[in-house]
């Protein structure tokens, strides 16, 4: 299965991309999705901040970065080292 990782916002408002195979099964994908998922904080809590959104199959969620198991960090440390900005 193929992911994306997109950044969006910051204090400059780039939106970046990172595509990568992954070898997931759909147990594994929705516990991730689970572990991951950030809730809105309601409008205007996260002011200039960067915003990451995880693609795949069925959907795009929010990610919060900091609840990413240890088990997945190495796969999004190296999304977020290729992310490419997008040109509109």
């Given at each position: ?32 999705i ?12 996260r ?21 990413i ?17 997008v040109?509109?």
């Amino acid at each position: 299965m193929r992911i994306t990782l997109l950044r969006t916002g910051g204090i400059i408002p780039i939106t970046k991309k990172a595509e990568k195979e992954v070898n997931w099964t759909s147990a594994e994908l929705k516990e991730l999705i689970q572990a991951i998922e950030s809730k809105d904080d309601g409008p205007g809590q996260r002011r200039d901040a960067s915003d990451y959104q995880l693609k795949y199959n069925a959907g795009t969620i929010s990610i919060d970065w900091e609840k990413i198991p240890a088990s997945y960090k190495k796969t999004f440390e190296e999304l977020k080292d290729n992310l490419t900005i997008v040109k509109k």
